[in-house]
């Protein structure tokens, strides 16, 4: 079992950032990729960006290339999505998510290749 625990999510102002931190705790990550997902009201959830843990090969959708950047922290156990240029589409539940046996290649980005999953953290940009 994996605990994922996500943070900083919040409200701001289009144009603005957030910092999203996700703690996991349980097991070793080094078979794992992690993810941030996101889920907008009425909408269904979305890939935002991934990273393999081992060598941190990293993947991004489309909509958030050149403005998000994923990164983690081996010693914190920690995966970090740095969000820049808000937009108000990009309001949603964010949630982090682990998937087993990654380790080279390209993260996955479906998330029924995911096993674990956090509560999720609340983002809202205003216009």
């Known amino acids: 079992q994996v605990q994922l625990v996500e943070s900083g999510g919040g409200l701001v102002q289009a144009g603005g950032s957030l910092r999203l931190s996700c703690v996991a705790s349980g097991r070793t990550l080094s078979n794992y990729a992690l993810g941030w997902f996101r889920q907008a009201p009425g909408k269904e959830r979305e890939f935002v960006a991934s990273?393999?843990?081992?060598?941190?090969?990293?993947r991004y959708a489309d909509s958030v290339k050149g403005r998000f950047t994923i990164s983690k922290d081996n010693a914190k156990n920690s995966v970090y999505l740095q969000m820049n240029s808000l937009k108000p589409e990009d309001t949603a539940v964010y949630y982090c998510?682990?998937?087993?046996?990654?380790?080279?290649?390209?993260?996955?980005?479906?998330?029924?290749?995911?096993?674990?999953w956090g509560q999720g953290t609340q983002v809202t940009v205003s216009s």
């Open positions: 990273i393999t843990w081992t060598i941190g090969n990293t």
């Open positions: 998510a682990a998937d087993r046996g990654v380790v080279f290649g390209a993260p996955r980005n479906l998330d029924s290749q995911y096993d674990y």
